[in-house]
């Protein structure tokens, strides 16, 4: 089996085609074409560009697009570059990402209703709490002896007049 640089270069010369042909047809730089003619993969930033110019290439030059691509990915299965895609910081992954990852799956449209339900349930059972113990208190238990006392001789029938009180 040829490879797909070699699929692409037979296409084009059995048509007739440049490659300034090609790339005017596809909107794809001349320079792209030819990397891709040469089989020369690195030329590309990501596997996704190679894809992309590949289908169009095969689907301008009548080729079994479905057959070609199967072609490509098995060659770029074997070049260590491409077997993964890239990290778009560069950076590795760390427990942050995972979990913003996971907040990103969520359909918010369910979640924030349910959380606010929830939150409202709590303030409600909080406030429920708050409120059984203020009344169980009794308000008096805490007050200490009232400001008049009796005195201790006696009678109790006449409240004392107060000593600093102007005398008429």
């Given at each position: 089996?040829?490879t797909?640089?070699?699929?692409?270069?037979?296409?084009?010369?059995?048509?007739k085609?440049?490659?300034h042909?090609i790339a005017?047809?596809t909107?794809i730089?001349?320079?792209?074409?030819?990397?891709l003619e040469e089989?020369?993969y690195?030329?590309?930033?990501?596997?996704?560009?190679?894809?992309?110019?590949?289908?169009?290439?095969a689907?301008?030059?009548?080729?079994?697009?479905?057959?070609?691509?199967?072609?490509?990915?098995?060659e770029l299965?074997k070049?260590?570059k491409f077997?993964?895609?890239?990290?778009?910081?560069?950076e590795?992954?760390?427990?942050?990402?995972f979990v913003?990852?996971?907040?990103?799956?969520?359909?918010?449209?369910?979640?924030?209703?349910?959380?606010?339900?929830a939150?409202?349930?709590?303030?409600g059972?909080l406030?429920?709490?708050?409120?059984s113990?203020?009344?169980s208190v009794?308000p008096?238990?805490?007050?200490?002896?009232?400001?008049?006392?009796p005195?201790?001789?006696?009678?109790?029938?006449?409240?004392?007049?107060?000593t600093?009180a102007?005398?008429?």
């Amino acid at each position: 089996m040829s490879t797909v640089a070699e699929q692409l270069r037979r296409a084009r010369e059995e048509r007739k085609l440049t490659v300034h042909q090609i790339a005017e047809l596809t909107n794809i730089k001349t320079e792209h074409i030819r990397a891709l003619e040469e089989g020369n993969y690195h030329a590309f930033a990501a596997p996704v560009y190679i894809r992309g110019f590949v289908r169009s290439c095969a689907k301008i030059l009548k080729l079994d697009t479905a057959q070609v691509m199967a072609t490509l990915d098995a060659e770029l299965s074997k070049i260590e570059k491409f077997r993964e895609p890239p990290s778009l910081t560069g950076e590795r992954r760390g427990p942050l990402d995972f979990v913003m990852y996971q907040l990103s799956k969520l359909n918010w449209r369910v979640v924030l209703p349910v959380l606010g339900v929830a939150l409202l349930v709590g303030i409600g059972i909080l406030a429920y709490r708050i409120w059984s113990q203020s009344v169980s208190v009794d308000p008096l238990a805490k007050l200490g002896p009232g400001l008049y006392q009796p005195p201790p001789n006696g009678g109790g029938e006449y409240l004392p007049l107060p000593t600093n009180a102007p005398k008429k």
